[in-house]
């Protein structure tokens, strides 16, 4: 069964670190893998993207906080984030596009809260 299965949510205090993993199986030709995140009331928007190649990108408000990085031999993609801010609080998705089969995969989703 393909899946994308996500650790490394929980709680951290404002200024604080966490790093999210997620680990792509039994899905093939993995193009771009990303972070998305959804607070109560808000829509999924995007956090940080990799293509296979290497190319990134951010959400104004995270960069220089963020850092995705994705191991392609390990099809696992990271997100280390740092100087969290209570508007970090969400759940964070991971999500994978397969170039090979043309479709989109999501994540479970891991919950983060920013709070002191």
């Known amino acids: 069964q393909a899946q994308l299965v996500e650790s490394g949510g929980g709680l951290a205090q404002p200024g604080g670190s966490l790093r999210l993993s997620c680990t792509a199986s039994?899905?093939?030709?993995?193009?771009?893998m990303s972070w998305y995140r959804q607070a109560p009331g808000n829509e999924r928007e995007l956090v940080a993207s990799?293509?296979?190649?290497?190319?990134?990108n951010y959400l104004d408000s995270v960069k220089g906080r963020f850092t995705i990085s994705m191991d392609n031999a390990k099809k696992t993609v990271y997100l280390q984030m740092n100087s969290l801010k209570p508007e970090d609080t969400a759940v964070y998705y991971c999500?994978?596009?397969?170039?090979?089969?043309?479709?989109?995969?999501w994540g479970q989703g891991t919950q983060v809260t920013v709070s002191s």
């Open positions: 999500y994978a596009y397969s170039w090979g089969l043309a479709r989109d995969y």
């Open positions: 039994n899905i093939v030709s993995i193009y771009r």
């Open positions: 990799e293509t296979n190649g290497g190319t990134a």
